[in-house]
């Protein structure tokens, strides 16, 4: 069926795809741009495994189609670091062990990056409530909510 | 445990940050569906939508003609290799395709091999089954029935659903305790069929060079070397021979049991690989993991418990059924179709005990393997644990006195259960004190009695398990034969740098940081200098994987044990170098020095660069050990969990308002990882008490088999977690460790039941099967005429 | 999980979206969040030839106060009423809801027109609307028409949307002075549908008499229930707790849930009614009330 052509923003980097129009956005991501730090999880739209930033908002891109992203802006994990400096999101899962396996951190992290876009000082609450469309099999989240905290007071 | 080391060099009992996570935390890691190789294609499996019937027929036709499909697989196709069938772990066998019919929901029916992931989901729907149906069996009590049908039919004379009976301890004698006890309970407990869930499924990479004859499977394995003699031994007679299989197993995303066995899924992709020559790729999804993936449990437990009017514990009997589906596929050792079942005793001191396992054939997915957790020990323990808080209730006393008074002493051990295990040590007096004390016991069986009054419903529930851990002893432990040892190799380069290869393969647990340090201890090279490398079996040395809390164990010790030999050529290296004999030398981490001149020494750097520039005349050049370990006994992790919950009376919510862990997992090598451990396994152990369940209607149709109704718990349901520790070291492990990454998950879910049952014991409330659901709670608030 | 093919257009304008509509008829669908919509066609539940994304439709996300409507614009996300002063200050009721639906990624995407037009009785908003008497807006090439919630959900995933339609937008009247709302969910997990919810709006009158009551209850039935006898019971009385014991036991009289893993009918019921009589007691707490 129906092939569009469509144009993304990458982490900054301008990329083009032909693409069908049933092709899922983590797809577009994983298999056509590859990049693999996008993970999937499930196919109803509960893990978050697959979270990326849309305009700056973090979705499930499991959940959204690859042409709805034409013209748009993404951010995967991938962007994270800057110059060789890991970001405070990162540093903070390294320094207080909020990965285990490692296969949820990618979108784990993208939910905590846009958290502290919009509250720059969330409580334990906060961050629980936030991280809640993320599962995790192997932290039991503790050490998650305590990287988070770390990030927060990290940045500026 | 004070560190030896320095922080720089990093060994034992030191939080180094972990080594994997630099990869990880970039998106860098390589899980097996991020593997993309030249000329991949896709295969999607068609799905029985039946529990049992017969297939009449498969029609590809229309499935062909879908773009980009190229090939659709049958049992049929399999049938002309004999590859049709395969033998599980635990000697039954188990349908790879069927020819004839189906056993399960979901069951695997064909597959399609397409160019891509979409063309690949499109062909399958394409493919046209016809079905007829048979009748269903899903009570595993029914199945036993002598009008239940047959539903092995291949096995040939097979007359019933009975697979086997397994039975330790002493039936006499735990008859006459049960006879002369002053109380006996009896209570039935079922522990429902759950699924490890790892967020990331299963999947692999199978590909066949036709030029070298050579198969490489990328797989999602806790266990590659098995799975190469496995591949080996099932397609030996189409040639595929042991030294041309390599089997990678990349970044794991979780594995907690579930990437242990050999699904047919993998060795329809290999057998697709070598028929189309192509590298084939499957990734299951996450309700295809759920549906048909090896489950967890599904034990129908009947246990009675004896004791005296003082409550002193005399005897226990434990009967069980065990629902393992349509075949015997548990992931055991071979000589323990029940695993673990028999450390049911617990940490109590019991003379007589009888515990008995009966397993029976129903039309459900097959498994039978651990849930973060050492084969079956979660079951034992939630018996066991259930048992003696109903022994508690009958006797009216104290949940925590009765443990105290029954606990094995901390000086009997090593310590021989009436089921026959030895415990190597433990001190569970020590464990419930300090749990007691951090979470003020005594002022909560205050506050309790307060709140009973005011008609306010809150529970505190105990559990002191004893898990048994690091299969094991190869006189009692094999899998499939091959003895249950464990391995390492260390090569030191030059410049005092190392690589070590394991036979285990990581999953989450930190191996690349816990194994450095562990050869950092016993070489004083900081473990920053030392790569790690599991998964890959070209390359590591044989071992039987990661799963049952037995890396450390195992592997852990074979790392210590070839340090060791390394440092022994490096005495002899030092001894030369500075011109003394070896008697004469001490050893602190990082160097030897000569005794009472302690200028006189040379660091390992040193000793190791002369290993490969300046060698003692007469002895070999270089440095490098390996170690297979046959570990003399098991571990026995123990600990004191103490949950308290509030219960809502008008929805039958259970909230966990405190959760206290202490563990003992012996001599620790990374506490922040312990602790992480612990933290995960404690959230992997309320999900079962109060959230998963995979069940069946009456048609075999599963129930749950999805992340909607499959429900693992988010941030918001998890507690936090307050963990603390006791430190009793294993006597007989080269550094004095124990398992730990499955202690929390066993020790939790009774800890959770035993409060929510505590909270309404004074209605006398004996008993409520996991998992507690609101509504459970809610029918028995409305019963007792308390519900809001 | 993979969709079957389909033709995805975007078009930019609303009367484009329409005539999108027209041309493909019952062969399409409009694609709002697509948080209900893709994860069906994922699984393969649900088909569609054409889909009609009408993410780039100006104009249609907004919340404002106008001529005596809170109106909300169709494809207004709900974490657009999360972060709104004017909900937060003014309509607990909505921020009650919004907050309880799936988890903040899928909040996200999804919108109240999308809620709406689900005709899901498992959705949130629709027990919400209800109570708050609120009308939908359906826009097709005939024009504009206003439908009230009450007769909005026709069965279970059906609502009076035509196929040509486009919801566009939610009214709701403005509550008068001392009126307060609640909306309390029983849900298993996060992310998880109402085992049961209710949604109550309540206005008070001088003497702290209710003078006007509005119940919905989620997932009770075939659709969203508005519990019609429960209100009218307790037009005119004191809020007390007497009052709510007997409107909580009335709402629970109209429902028909139907057993699933969730719970039994009976528990799902009853749960209706404890449930009911907590969002009750917390609208009337914010209306002012004891
Ligand atoms: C994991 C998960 C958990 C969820 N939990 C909840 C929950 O707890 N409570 C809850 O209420 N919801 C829940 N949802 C559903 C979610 O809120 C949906 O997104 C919402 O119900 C539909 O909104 P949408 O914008 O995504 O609609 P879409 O998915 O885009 O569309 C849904 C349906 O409505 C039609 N439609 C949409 N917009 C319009 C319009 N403007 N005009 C005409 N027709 C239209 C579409 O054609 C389609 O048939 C959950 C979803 C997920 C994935
Ligand atoms: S893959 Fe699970 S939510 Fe996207
Ligand atoms: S670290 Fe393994 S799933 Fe989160």
Redesign the pocket.
């Known amino acids: 069926m129906a092939e569009h052509k469509i144009r993304v923003t990458v982490n900054g980097t301008a990329h083009e795809a032909e693409v069908e129009s049933r092709l899922l956005l983590v797809h577009l991501i994983r298999d056509v741009l590859r990049f693999t730090g996008t993970h999937i999880g499930c196919d ?3 893990c978050g495994a697959c979270t990326v930033l849309l305009d700056g908002e973090p979705i499930k891109s499991c ?1 959204v189609l690859a042409v709805q992203a034409d013209g748009r802006q993404l951010m995967t994990v991938e962007g994270l670091e800057k110059d060789g400096q890991l970001h405070p999101i990162q540093e903070g899962f390294w320094e207080k062990h909020g990965l285990q396996c490692g296969y949820c951190t990618p979108g784990m992290m993208m939910t905590a990056y846009a958290l502290l876009q919009q509250n720059g000082n969330p409580s334990e609450d906060e961050i629980r409530q936030a991280i809640s469309g993320n599962l995790c099999r192997c932290t039991g989240y503790m050490n998650i909510v305590k990287s988070i905290r770390y990030a927060a007071e990290k940045l500026p | 445990m004070v560190p030896q080391t320095i922080a720089e060099v990093g060994g034992m009992g030191h939080s180094i940050k972990r080594k994997e996570d630099p990869r990880l935390i970039r998106g860098k890691g390589t899980y097996v569906d991020d593997i993309q190789l030249p000329g991949m294609v896709y295969m999607d499996i068609v799905r029985s939508p039946f529990a049992h019937a017969k297939i009449k027929s498969i029609n590809s036709e229309n499935a062909l003609k879908v773009p980009g499909v190229l090939a659709v697989i049958t049992g049929e196709t399999l049938a002309q290799y004999n590859l049709h069938w395969m033998p599980t772990l635990m000697s039954d066998t188990q349908m790879v395709l069927p020819t004839e019919k189906v056993m399960y929901q979901a069951q695997e029916v064909a597959a399609v091999i397409a160019s891509d992931r979409y063309a690949a989901a499109d062909g399958v729907e394409a493919v046209e089954v016809e079905y007829d149906p048979l009748p269903v069996v899903v009570d595993p009590f029914k199945a036993l029935q002598p009008d239940a049908p047959v539903l092995r039919t291949d096995k040939e004379g097979k007359k019933d659903n009975h697979i086997f009976h397994w039975e330790a301890g002493d039936n006499e004698g735990t008859n006459r305790a049960i006879d002369e006890a002053d109380v006996v309970v009896k209570q039935d407990i079922y522990l429902p069929r759950i699924h490890v869930a790892s967020i990331e499924t299963c999947g692999c990479i199978a590909d066949f060079d036709r030029v070298m004859g050579k198969l490489t499977v990328y797989m999602t394995t806790q266990a590659p070397h098995a799975v190469r003699t496995v591949f080996a031994l099932v397609a030996g007679h189409v040639g595929l021979s042991e030294e041309k299989i390599r089997i990678i197993s990349p970044d794991i995303g979780g594995g907690f049991g579930g990437k242990v066995p050999v699904y047919p899924g993998y060795v329809i992709a290999v057998a697709a690989s070598v028929v189309l020559g192509k590298p084939i790729k499957w990734i299951e999804d996450r309700i295809e993991n759920l549906q048909a993936d090896s489950f967890a449990r599904d034990y129908h437990i009947t246990a009675e418990l004896a004791a005296k009017k003082d409550g002193t514990m005399t005897g226990l009997r434990i009967k069980t059924l065990a629902d393992h589906g349509y075949t015997d596929a548990a992931a055991n050792p071979s000589k323990f179709p029940a695993g673990m079942f028999s450390i049911c005793t617990g940490s109590y001191d019991f003379k007589h005990a009888f515990a008995e396992v009966d397993g029976v054939y129903t039309n459900k997915p097959p498994g039978g393997i651990a849930y973060r957790c050492s084969f079956r020990v979660t079951e034992a323990v939630h018996a066991i644990e259930r048992m003696t808080d109903v022994l508690a209730h009958e006797l009216k006393m104290d949940a925590a006195d009765l443990r105290l008074k029954n606990f094995i002493p901390a000086d009997k051990f090593p310590y021989k259960s009436a089921l026959g295990w030895e415990y190597d040590s433990g001190n569970y007096h020590g464990a419930l004190e300090k749990a007691m004390q951090k979470i003020g016991y005594a002022g909560l069986r205050k506050e309790q009695a307060e709140k009973r009054k005011a008609g306010e419903l809150m529970g505190i529930g105990i559990s002191s398990f004893t898990e048994i851990v690091g299969a094991g002893p190869s006189k009692h432990f094999d899998i499939l034969g091959l003895k249950m040892f464990d391995s390492c190799e260390i090569r030191i380069h030059p410049t005092g740098k190392a690589i070590a290869r394991f036979g285990t393969k990581s999953q989450g647990q930190g191996h690349e940081t816990t194994y450095a340090q562990i050869i950092a201890e016993e070489l004083g090279i900081p473990a920053a200098h030392i790569e790690i490398e599991e998964g890959d079996t070209d390359t590591a040395p044989y071992g039987l994987g990661t799963y049952a809390s037995r890396s450390t164990p195992t592997a852990g010790a074979a790392g210590a044990m070839a340090a060791r030999k390394i440092r022994e050529k490096a005495k002899k290296i030092a001894a030369h170098l500075l011109e003394v004999a070896e008697g004469d030398l001490e050893w602190e981490p990082g160097k030897f020095s000569v005794k009472g001149a302690p200028q006189k020494a040379k660091t390992i750097q040193e000793i190791v660069f002369a290993a490969y520039t300046n060698h003692p005349p007469g002895m070999e050049p270089g440095l490098e050990a390996v170690s297979y370990y046959d570990p003399p006994n098991l571990t026995f992790p123990f600990g004191s969990y103490i949950c308290v919950v509030d219960l809502d009376r008008g929805t039958g919510e259970v909230k966990i308002r405190r959760f206290v862990a202490v563990d003992d997992c012996g001599n620790i090598i990374n506490p922040m990882i312990v602790d992480g451990q612990i933290h995960g396994g404690l959230t992997m152990g309320m999900a079962p008490a109060l959230l998963e369940e995979i069940s069946y209607d009456e048609n075999g149709n599963v129930q749950g088999g999805s992340f909607m109704d499959y429900l693992l718990p988010t941030a918001v349901e998890t507690p936090q977690w307050e963990t603390d520790k006791t430190v009793t070291p294993s006597p007989h492990h080269p550094f004095g460790a124990k398992g730990v990454g499955e202690s929390a998950t066993v020790g939790a879910p009774p800890a959770i039941a035993n409060a929510i049952v505590d909270a309404l014991a004074h209605l006398e409330v004996r008993h409520i099967d996991i998992p507690i659901t609101p509504e459970k709670v809610w029918k028995i608030l409305k019963e007792k005429g308390v519900a809001l | 999980m993979i969709p079957a093919a389909f033709d995805y257009h975007a078009p930019n304008t609303l009367a484009e979206a329409m005539a999108l509509l027209a041309r493909y008829g019952e062969a399409a ?11 069906l066609l994922k699984l393969r539940l649900g088909y569609a030839d054409h889909l009609v994304d ?1 993410g780039r439709v100006p104009g249609l996300e907004y919340i404002k106060e106008e001529d005596g409507y809170l109106k909300i614009g ?2 207004t996300r709900e974490v657009a009423l999360e972060r709104s002063d004017l909900i937060r200050s003014k309509y607990p009721i909505l921020l009650d809801t919004a907050l ?4 903040p990624l ?1 909040r996200n ?3 109240v ?3 709406l ?2 005709g ?1 009785p498992g ?3 629709p027990a919400t609307m209800l109570a708050l008497g609120a009308e939908v807006v359906a826009t097709s090439p005939k024009g504009e028409r206003t439908i009230p919630i009450e007769k909005f959900f026709t069965g279970l995933f059906t609502t009076a ?1 035509k196929p040509d ?3 566009t937008a939610i009214k709701v009247p403005i509550p008068a002075s001392r009126s307060g709302g609640a909306y309390v969910k029983l849900e298993r997990k996060v ?3 109402a085992t049961a919810a209710t949604a109550a709006q309540v206005t008070l009158g001088k003497n702290g008499e209710v003078e006007r009551a509005g119940i919905g209850l989620t997932n009770a039935g075939p659709t969203p229930i508005k519990a019609t006898q429960a209100e009218n019971y307790l037009q005119g009385k004191k809020p007390d707790d007497t009052a709510i014991t007997e409107a909580a036991r009335l709402a629970a009289q109209a429902t028909a849930p139907t057993v699933d893993r969730r719970g039994s009918v009976e528990y799902k019921r009853e749960m209706a009614r404890v449930l009911t009589a907590r969002a009750l007691t917390q609208a009337v707490q914010w209306a002012g009330g004891h």
């Open positions: 109803t739209t509960h959940t | 669908k409009v694609l709002s969040g697509g948080q209900s919509l893709l994860p009408i169709g494809a309880v639906i799936a988890d899928v995407r999804a919108t027109g999308g809620n037009a689900h899901d959705n949130d908003h949307l339609e486009i919801l992310g998880d549908l």
